[in-house]
C-alpha cells in the first residue's frame, strides 16, 4: 500500500523551464530523500531532510533545490531545465537517518526536449 | 571511495532453477545495515531484505541473503525461481549518518 505520493507522475517540458516536483509521506518517518534514477536506472542520492533540516545535499547543479515546509512534505525545484535532467525522480521517507528502510514514492518521470 | 558492486547487469533464468546475484561492498565508514531492493516493472523500489549482522542468514518471499563481512558480500539467491521475479534488483548498505548508497542493479528475467 502507497504511503508516499509523488506528483506529478509525469511531465514533459522545454529546456530553460522550471519545474517543480511534490512529494508527501504519510508515515510519521522524520526523514526524507529525493533520488534520481538515470536512464541507466543508476540511483543517486540528491537530497535528505531529517525533521526539516536538510542534513544531506550531494554534488548536484545549483538549479536543483529541494524545499520543505513539514516533516511530512519534501518538494523539488529544479530551476531551468538541461536535457540531462531527464530521469525518474524517486522520493523516499524513513523512520530515521540512520540504518532505517527507506520507502520510495513510484516516481516522476521528467522529460525535458 | 565507498561503493556496492552489482557485477552483473542482466541475468536470465529459465523458471524454477536457482538464481543468483552478486553484491560486494567497499566502505571505510561504519555499517549499519545491508539491503536488497526490488523494482517491478512501472513501480517504486520496495525493500526485499535487510540486515546488519554478520554471518547472519535472512529470509523473505523465497529468498535469502547472507551478509559475510569477511568478504564484504551480501549475495542475493532463490532456489526456484519465479515468473513474477523479472525484476530490477539493487543491493545498498547504509552507513552512520550517511544516505543510502545503492549498487547499479541487476535486471532479472525468467523465462518459462
Known amino acids: 500500500e502507497t504511503a508516499v505520493f509523488q506528483t506529478p507522475n509525469y511531465h514533459v517540458t522545454q529546456v530553460g523551464n522550471e519545474v517543480s516536483f511534490n512529494c508527501k509521506q504519510t508515515l510519521g518517518h522524520d526523514t526524507m530523500y529525493w533520488y534520481k534514477q538515470d536512464s541507466k536506472k543508476l540511483l543517486k542520492i540528491m537530497f535528505s531532510?531529517?525533521?526539516?533540516?536538510?542534513?544531506v545535499n550531494e554534488t548536484v547543479p545549483r538549479r536543483f533545490s529541494p524545499q520543505s515546509s513539514d516533516k511530512a512534505h519534501l518538494n523539488l525545484r529544479i530551476k531551468s531545465v538541461e536535457p540531462e535532467d531527464s530521469a525518474v525522480y524517486l522520493c523516499?521517507?524513513?523512520?530515521?537517518?540512520?540504518?532505517?528502510?527507506?520507502?520510495f514514492g513510484e516516481g516522476s518521470r521528467l522529460i525535458v526536449v | 571511495g565507498d561503493s556496492v558492486t552489482q557485477t552483473e547487469g542482466l541475468v536470465t533464468v529459465t523458471e524454477g532453477l536457482p538464481v543468483k546475484l552478486n553484491c560486494t561492498y567497499q566502505?571505510?565508514?561504519?555499517?549499519?545495515?545491508f539491503f536488497w531492493y526490488v523494482q517491478y516493472l512501472n513501480e517504486a523500489p520496495q525493500v526485499l531484505l535487510r540486515?546488519?549482522?554478520?554471518?547472519k542468514r535472512t529470509e523473505h518471499q523465497g529468498f535469502h541473503a547472507t551478509l559475510h563481512k569477511s568478504s564484504s558480500s551480501f549475495h542475493l539467491q532463490k532456489s526456484s525461481a519465479q515468473l513474477s521475479d523479472s525484476a530490477l534488483y539493487y543491493c545498498a548498505l547504509n552507513q552512520g549518518g550517511r544516505a543510502l548508497i545503492f549498487g547499479t542493479g541487476t535486471t532479472v528475467s525468467v523465462s518459462p
Open positions: 523516499a521517507s524513513s523512520l530515521s537517518f540512520s540504518g532505517n528502510t527507506l520507502y
Open positions: 540486515s546488519s549482522t554478520d554471518n
Open positions: 531532510y531529517n525533521n526539516k533540516q536538510l542534513i
Open positions: 566502505t571505510t565508514y561504519l555499517t549499519i545495515a
